[in-house]
């Protein structure tokens, strides 16, 4: 099965960098996403990794290591708006593409 | 990116009802999902809806319980059939972008059973 891990809850200061990660177990692993979800609406793209490496998008890189099934969302410049839910999620071939989420972690920016 | 539409945003149902949701994408696209995510808890793939076929349930989901209707490549229903309060949560559509690793979410639907 898919076996997704990452910390249920973080808080960081306005201004900060905050890296939050993801570990993740799965057969068939084809790629991994981040995606933001504030409270009561619905998640959003943030990225996808396939390859072992760093990818920035602005404030936000991402990283991805196969080998070790690890993965991080770093946020640079926190801001009160990045204030969110930050759902890890592996795509991987059960048949057909299947995609499996992990519980989310629960980001609080501070002043 | 597809835009994504779903009716109700919101119910509060009785228990032993039924409710449809609808899902309406502003382009033809193969593959829908439907997703739940329970207070608390992440996004669980109920089952996936491709046009012109029987919709594919994930472990732990029956068709009697969450029917599906995929009439064209637009839209999507998904039927929540004998609720009871367990059945609590966000329920979401979910699109194929125009690139295989792209996924786009409706805005979700809100149930409340009691």
Redesign the interface.
Known sequence: GQNIDQPTEMTATEGAIVQINCTYQTSGFNGLFWYQQHAGEAPTFLSYNVLDGLEEKGRFSSFLSRSKGYSYLLLKELQMKDSASYLCAVMWSGGYQKVTFGIGTKLQVIP | SAVISQKPSRDICQRGTSLTIQCQVDSQVTMMFWYRQQPG?????IA?ANQGSEATYESGFVIDKFPISRPNLTFSTLTVSNMSPEDSSIY?CSVEGSA?????????T?LTVT
């Open positions: 808890q992440s996004l669980t793939l996936t979401l295989a690793y792209e996924q786009y979410f409706g805005p979700g809100r």
